[in-house]
């Protein structure tokens, strides 16, 4: 189905990004390190005893360093986007997923709001399988997500910083007369 994530009807809308401090602290003082390694290769005092090993070390540091930028500019893009109206629920984690993936009211079985153990049963945070019995996540933080049980007996969970407004969401979106005129 081809519509726009965000509709003028929708119930509810979230955005969420990646903003826990220890992740930030972990990527800069990875990039400093790497920087400052690359920056004193040269120097006498590790200065490797042949040409060769020097540029191998300093090719090394510069493909570690546009790894670490290229891990944090992810990091500051990776968002997941959640949206509900009446004809079902949508959700996209650009840069990984860019275009909107429906789930419509007709798909769900059932649903519920509940506290999860990220690493304990999808192995984090992001997008993750948690195996048959546990199904897909898709989450940014925190231990809350929105449980969704499809009809065809596949099983996604999306967190959600807001559990009280996606519980009523989601309630309104199952009540919803959505026979089309």
Avoid at 17 to 27: A, E, G, H, K, Y
């Amino acid at each position: 189905m081809t519509r726009n994530l965000t509709t003028d009807k929708a119930f509810f809308r979230e955005e969420q990004r990646f903003s826990q401090p220890w992740i930030w602290v972990v990527l800069i003082s990875s990039i400093t390190a790497v920087i400052v390694l690359v920056a004193v290769g040269d120097k006498k005092e590790i200065q490797p005893e042949n040409n060769e090993e020097l540029a191998g070390l300093i090719i090394g540091g510069v493909i570690l360093l546009v790894s670490m930028v290229g891990l944090t500019w992810l990091f500051l893009k990776m968002k997941l986007i959640t949206c509900i109206d009446s004809k079902g629920f949508n959700f996209r984690y650009p840069p990984m997923i860019n275009k909107a993936r429906w789930i419509l009211k007709a798909e769900i079985e059932s649903y519920e709001v509940r506290e999860f153990k990220p690493i304990k049963e999808f192995g984090g945070h992001g997008i993750k399988t948690g195996g048959k019995s546990k199904g897909k996540s898709y989450t940014v933080s925190g231990k809350t997500g929105l449980q969704l049980i499809l009809k065809n007996g596949e099983k996604i969970l999306i967190g959600t910083k807001r559990k009280e407004a996606i519980r009523s969401a989601m309630a309104r979106m199952m009540m919803e007369n959505t026979t089309e005129n």
